[in-house]
């Protein structure tokens, strides 16, 4: 972690948390946080589209924010089942995650329809967090660094700076209990860092939040956000508990 970058931790809530029990776990938060330190992290969490209003209702006013789990790449017409930037913008939404890798492998997202969907997210004022990661059989046969590459350069094509965060989610490690070890996920992080700077500029990619997701828990984010180009964790499974979700916020600002 860079101190010159605010830390951020995500939950990604997946399709859990009916709105009522959403509406329950964010009063709950919102107790148990108090008045956030002025170094607490950035906390975003990604609930359920159903569950977005409540917790836009209990949490506007504080210092979390929310964000979509998705979105599609136009803003309105005939796309049965799919929501848009203008949508989750209306609802207070900061955010939206694109291309986790569960979209990828169960509902045919590509790197191609994750660039439509940055862009998608940028015309609506939603910074887009980036979810890119290699399977285990890439990570094996050391096509990481590649992989990761081509994601990025399909899905963050051109050159015009947006407001982006990228996380680095090997699929290996998500839903596993297997994490990448710190300097695993340093490397990874270094690369997309400078990848960034590449791309846009130095000076963009030295400002730009790189998180790691795959099995965070209380007990392994010190040390995976003690890497200097780890600003923050998107977390599945301990953002749905209340007791590990707080621990996690807790950790970075310890
Ligand atoms: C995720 O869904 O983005 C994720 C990282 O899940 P988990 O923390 O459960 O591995």
């Known amino acids: 972690m860079n101190r010159a970058r605010r830390p951020v931790i995500a939950g990604n809530w997946k399709m859990n948390k009916t709105a009522s029990e959403a509406a329950q776990f964010c009063r709950d938060l919102k107790a148990r946080l108090g008045d956030p330190l002025p170094s607490a992290p950035e906390v975003i969490l990604f609930p359920p589209f159903t569950a977005l209003p409540a917790v836009a209702h209990e949490m506007n006013g504080s210092a979390v924010a929310w964000g979509g789990q998705n979105l599609h790449w136009e803003e309105s017409g005939a796309f049965t ?3 848009s930037g203008r949508f989750l913008a209306e609802l207070g939404c900061r955010h939206v995650l694109v291309g986790h890798s569960e979209r990828r492998a169960l509902f045919g997202e590509t790197d191609e329809t994750c660039g439509r969907k940055v862009a998608a997210a940028v015309r609506s004022d939603l910074v887009p967090v980036l979810c890119c990661g290699e399977s285990p059989v890439e990570r094996d046969a050391g096509y990481t660094l590649s992989i990761i590459q081509a994601q ?9 700076e947006i407001p982006v965060v990228v996380a680095y989610e090997p699929v290996w490690a998500i839903g ?7 300097e695993q996920a340093q490397e990874v992080h270094a690369f997309i860092r400078q990848w960034l700077a ?11 939040r790189v998180l790691y997701g795959g099995s965070v828990k209380p007990d392994n984010v010190a040390d995976l956000m003690a890497q200097p180009d780890v600003d923050g964790a998107l977390v599945g499974g301990a953002s749905l508990d209340l007791d590990s979700f707080v621990k996690l916020v807790r950790v970075p600002s310890a």
Do not use: H, K, V, Y
Request: a neutral charge; charged letters at 15%; glycine letters at 16%.
């Open 152 to 160: 990025l350069d399909t899905a963050l094509m051109g050159s015009a």
């Open 176 to 182: 596993t209990g297997r994490n990448a070890t710190p």
């Open 198 to 208: 590449g791309r846009f500029s130095p000076a963009f990619g030295a400002a730009a």
């Open 81 to 83: 089942g799919e929501i």
